[in-house]
């Protein structure tokens, strides 16, 4: 089995020589194309061709919204996201990207001043750090300095995953986002596959079981994690494919916010939200993730989670709020739970049959 530092070794080595440029990769579990808003399309036309030729992502990890941001990537690469994102912050944000491999910050950091002068800033908005995202705590960033944490397929890539999490949660302020693009397994993967270094180097082997990710985002802090997007990978490399015969892959867009009033699911006040639009890049709906999309001018009814993902947020001011916290409906059916309990009617029924012969089991439900 090999340790920790040999699955980082293997994969400064993959990504730092063994990969040249995206076309290197085996298999589409990084770089399998997905749609792109215009204003990122053309925010994206302006970046180095180096740069976009060493893109090793596998999804979007751009939310709307980021102007004056301060925004860290972690596992930034050549930088092609933060790039864009310098451009989309505006010259009054800031950019950290954070990565281990010294060919990739080599390319990032030369990328600077082209990048600055193309988007005719003053000065830099963009650094990059060189450290070890499993010791983001020994980088000296401050605890709540962030608006949002982004990532493009990175944290398949790092053994100690909670780590990673618990201290993005920690250098998040209250109510930013870690907006973030990874691949994700229907199943935990055997060591002997995690082990194999083209396997893991191609963002398959490291990959978490969703429900273990699920799980461990509650248990460092983001308590309602919300997908924005998902689609299958297909691999389409006959060897690789042999050897993960059973196991289904997927590269999913999560936004995890960190706001502490959160519930672990979604709980029913009553209340409602309308979008009054105004965000540029959203003209006429605004969407919160895969299952919630706010059309603009219509009330929409909301749980209690998604209500506060936009009143804690920087999407307050472009929405209306019906409703407070004062009184509790329950679960909140829309959002995929219902209470696990034998309905009323067939309650209501076993009362009817039993009324006759035992009246003490019939009301409560107690034996
Ligand atoms: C698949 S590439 C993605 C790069 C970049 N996000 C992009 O979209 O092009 C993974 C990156 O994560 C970095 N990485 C992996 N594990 C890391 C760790 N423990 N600490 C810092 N960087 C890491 C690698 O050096 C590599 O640049």
Request: proline letters at 4%; charged letters at 15%; aromatic letters at 14%.
């Given at each position: 089995m090999l340790d920790q530092n040999e699955i980082k070794e293997g994969v400064k080595e993959y990504y730092g020589e063994?990969?040249?440029?995206s076309s290197d990769l085996q298999t589409n579990a990084c770089c399998d194309p997905y749609s792109m808003p215009n204003h990122i399309k053309t925010a994206l036309s302006e970046i180095s061709d180096e740069v976009v030729s060493k893109y090793y992502g596998c999804g979007l990890t751009i939310p709307t919204e980021l102007n004056g941001l301060s925004v860290l990537d972690l596992g930034s690469g050549a930088g092609r996201d933060c790039f864009l994102l310098s451009k989309l912050v505006g010259e009054n944000g800031k950019v950290t990207g954070v990565d281990m491999t010294d060919a990739q910050l080599e390319v990032a950091n030369r990328n600077i001043s082209y990048h600055t002068e193309k988007f005719g800033y003053k000065k830099p908005n963009v650094e990059f750090l060189k450290g070890d995202l499993e010791k983001l705590d020994e980088l000296g960033l401050k605890d709540g300095?962030?608006?949002?944490?982004?990532?493009?397929?990175?944290?398949n890539l790092i053994p100690n995953k909670e780590s990673v999490l618990a201290n993005t949660h920690r250098l998040l302020r209250e109510g930013g986002e870690l907006y973030f693009s990874d691949v994700y397994c229907n199943r935990r993967i055997p060591q002997e596959l995690v082990n194999d270094k083209e396997l893991y180097g191609e963002c398959l082997s490291g990959a978490m079981y969703?429900?273990?990710?699920e799980n461990l985002s509650k248990k460092v802090g983001f308590s309602d994690p919300r997908i924005v997007e998902s689609k299958p990978i297909t691999i389409e490399n006959p060897r690789l494919q042999q050897m993960l015969a059973g196991f289904e892959f997927y590269s999913v867009v999560y936004r995890l916010f960190k706001i502490s009033e959160l519930e672990?699911?979604?709980?029913?006040?009553?209340?409602?939200?309308?979008?009054?639009?105004?965000?540029d890049e959203a003209p006429n709906a605004f969407m919160l993730d895969g299952h919630h999309v706010f059309?603009?001018?219509k009330i929409e009814s909301v749980c209690g989670n998604s209500y506060n993902m936009i009143h804690k947020t920087r999407f307050k001011k472009y929405f209306n709020f019906y409703g407070d916290f004062?009184?509790?409906?329950g679960i909140y059916k829309?959002?995929?739970?219902?209470?696990?309990?034998s309905n009323i009617d067939s309650t209501a029924k076993n009362n009817s049959t039993n009324n006759d012969t035992n009246t003490d089991t019939?009301?409560?439900g107690c034996c």
């Open positions: 063994t990969l040249k440029t300095s962030y608006d949002a944490v982004v990532s493009n397929c990175v944290i969703w429900n273990d990710f672990p699911h979604c709980e029913e006040y009553g209340q409602a939200i309308e979008y009054k639009g105004g965000m059309q603009k001018g004062s009184t509790h409906y829309d959002c995929g739970m219902n209470i696990p309990y019939a009301a409560g």
